[in-house]
Nanobody
Framework: VQLQASGGGLVQAGGSLRLSCAASRGTLSSYAMGWFRQAPGKEREFVAAITWSGGNTYYRDSVKGRFIISRDNAKNTVYLQMNSLKPEDTAVYYC?????????????????WGQGTLVTVSS
């Protein structure tokens, strides 16, 4: 499966963005999905994950209550709705996929990655 992330941009603190991850050459309905981010000078970190059905989700503590991961398998797309954005959310955001039903939280378990989309939050 090939993944294409989009939706990044420049937003003021407190604003919102919705990232999308669309799949080509395959269907996402059989894949667990995750979002990760990498801030300048830092290692990539987990943000959120969702099961193949969308029935279970998990978030890193710093985004709980602000970000929502969801999916529309009919559209072959996974979303990350980001609200109440903070400057520390500034990063390149990546989507990732792994075939299977369970939540996948660890970067090393994902074999498929999108190219990343830049989110910049100004103060």
């Amino acid at each position: 499966v090939q993944l294409q992330a989009s939706g990044g941009g420049l937003v003021q603190a407190g604003g919102s963005l919705r990232l999308s991850c669309a799949a080509s050459r395959g269907t996402l309905s059989s894949y667990a999905m995750g979002w990760f981010r990498q801030a300048p000078g830092k290692e990539r970190e987990f943000v959120a994950a969702i099961t193949w059905s969308g029935g279970n989700t998990y978030y890193r503590d710093s985004v709980k209550g602000r970000f929502i991961i969801s999916r529309d398998n009919a559209k072959n797309t996974v979303y990350l709705q980001m609200n109440s954005l903070k400057p520390e959310d500034t990063a390149v955001y990546y989507c990732a996929a792994k075939m299977g039903r369970s939540l996948v939280l660890h970067e090393g378990e994902y074999p498929y990655w999108g190219q990343g989309t830049l989110v910049t939050v100004s103060s």
